[in-house]
């Protein structure tokens, strides 16, 4: 079985630009989320989706950043404009809840960001 | 917030010797997972604990949780240097997304 795959794996861009994360779930995952981890810290959860739904953004920072799932499968995470705290490792998981409401992510390598 | 809380932050041992990593939580759970992440990698899974459970096994993995305590820990039995890495537990409360801690840092020397 495929993992979750992500593009690019690394990307430098000076402050005020944009910048945009593509995502593509393990098939039949209809949960995706998009994590931003910070060096030395944990995984912070900035949206989740359902299918094309938003389930939780309440930690996306609405002013500049934006995410879309369209048709349920792939998503796409964006960056404008970004900042120097933007810095981080952007990680793109995907899941399903079984009957017991389990809820086992896998990940994808991420996308290191560099904002100058 | 944080909902799980890794001690220590850093641990440093022998290869053979045994690693034990701890986590706290706050709220009610339906599980609690470990994840571990290799450096500049993605997380993987290791092993999930339901909250009626109170010990589990996986290969060198031993995972015990106290729900009255609201604490879990990670044994990782006779460790190797690809043990090395950063390991964070996670909570699932059944209704949100999961909820992970700071992360241990695990180092391994040969």
């Known amino acids: 079985e495929a993992g979750v795959a992500q593009s690019p794996r690394y990307k430098i861009i000076e402050k005020r630009q944009s910048v945009a994360f593509w995502c593509n779930p393990i098939s039949g995952h209809a949960t995706l989320y998009w994590y931003q981890q910070i060096l030395g810290q944990g995984p912070k959860l900035l949206i989740q989706?359902?299918?094309?739904?938003?389930?939780?953004d309440s930690q996306l920072p609405k002013d500049r950043f934006s995410a879309e799932r369209l048709k349920g499968v792939d998503s796409t995470l964006k960056i404008q404009p970004a900042k120097l705290e933007d810095s981080a490792v952007y990680l793109c998981?995907?899941?399903?809840?079984?009957?017991?409401?389990?809820?086992?992510?896998?990940f994808g390598p991420g996308t290191r960001l560099t904002v100058l | 917030s944080q909902q799980g809380e890794e001690d220590p932050q850093a641990l440093s041992i022998q290869e053979g010797e045994n690693a034990t990593m701890n986590c706290s939580y706050k709220?009610?759970?339906?599980?609690l997972q470990w994840y571990r992440q290799n450096s500049g990698r993605g997380l993987v899974h290791l092993i999930l604990?339901?909250?009626?459970?109170r010990e589990k096994h996986s290969g060198r993995l031993r995972v015990t949780l106290d729900t009255s305590k609201k604490s879990s820990s990670l044994l990782i039995t006779a460790s190797r240097a690809a043990d090395t890495a950063s390991y964070f537990c996670?909570?699932?409360?059944?209704?949100?997304?999961?909820?992970f801690g700071s992360g241990t840092r695990l180092q391994v020397q040969p």
């Open positions: 989706f359902q299918n094309n739904g938003v389930v939780d």
């Open positions: 998981a995907s899941s399903f809840r079984d009957y017991l409401f389990t809820d086992t992510q896998y």
């Open positions: 709220t009610s759970i339906n599980n």
């Open positions: 996670a909570t699932d409360t059944g209704r949100r997304a999961l909820t």
């Open positions: 604990i339901r909250s009626n459970e």
